[in-house]
């Protein structure tokens, strides 16, 4: 097996072709409270779309271009710093 370089998990990024962006579908998206997220990466980790940008002391940011609203990030939080909110508001 060859050597990795494991710290640019997680391994899966949308592709950059308008196949893999997120249509107008989308009912919910993820809000982030910043000064709620103590930086721990849990929503990186489990985001199934590989959509959020999170390194440690930076703060996350999320694609909405690709973000299906699934609300896993969401619900994963330990302190609940992620929302879903209404699009269009
Ligand atoms: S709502 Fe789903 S797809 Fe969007 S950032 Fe959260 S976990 Fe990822
Ligand atoms: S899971 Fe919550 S606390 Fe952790 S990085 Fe994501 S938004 Fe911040």
């Not at 930086?39 to 990186?44: H, L, Q, T």
């Not at 940008?53 to 992620?82: N, Q």
Request: aromatic residues 8%; charged residues 20%; contains cysteine.
């Amino acid at each position: 097996m060859r050597n990795q370089d494991l710290s640019v998990l997680p391994i899966s990024k949308p592709a950059p072709a308008s196949a893999g962006a997120t249509g107008t579908w989308r009912t919910y998206k993820p809000v982030v409270d910043l000064a709620k997220c103590v930086d721990c990466g849990i929503c990186w980790l489990y985001c199934p779309e590989s959509v959020i940008e999170w390194e440690k002391g930076r703060k996350i940011a999320i694609d909405y271009m690709y973000c299906k609203g699934c609300g896993i990030c969401a619900d994963v939080c330990p302190v609940k710093a992620i929302s879903m909110e209404p699009e269009g508001t």
